[in-house]
């Protein structure tokens, strides 16, 4: 018990827990965007709409707009995980330094003679 406490705080501290928590939103909005395109393809290939009608005409205009913004939010990922990176590259350099000062000479820890 008390060592997966110690495995989830460390987790915590090196912002793994933070990492995951991001890719697992990135997912969810994955199969949202996926579920609302299929189901507004579907929508437009019903047949319920004639032709060229305004109802058809906004279909495509909603199919459209959704695949753009899409395909834009998602090109943004890359950076989104390269701005994770370096707040978990941070993180650790601070848990390093913590680490060394609090074994450094006069710091409360050993000292050497």
């Given amino acids: 018990m008390k060592n997966r406490s110690l495995l989830r705080s460390r987790r ?35 047949g319920i709409f004639t032709a060229s009608s305004m109802a058809a005409n906004q279909t495509n205009n909603i199919i459209n707009n959704i695949t753009s913004g899409a395909t834009a939010f998602y090109a943004n990922v890359p950076t989104f995980f390269v701005l994770l990176g370096v707040v978990v590259l941070i993180l650790i350099i601070s848990i390093v330094i913590v680490a060394v000062t609090r074994f450094a000479p006069g710091a409360g820890g050993r000292e050497s003679l």
Avoid at 23 to 34: A, K, M, N, P, Y
Wanted: hydrophobic share 70%.
């Fill in 12 to 46: 915590a501290i090196l912002g793994l827990d933070t990492v995951k928590l991001v890719i697992i939103t990135l997912l969810t909005l994955v199969v949202i965007t996926i579920a609302t395109f299929l189901a507004l393809v579907s929508l437009q290939n019903a």
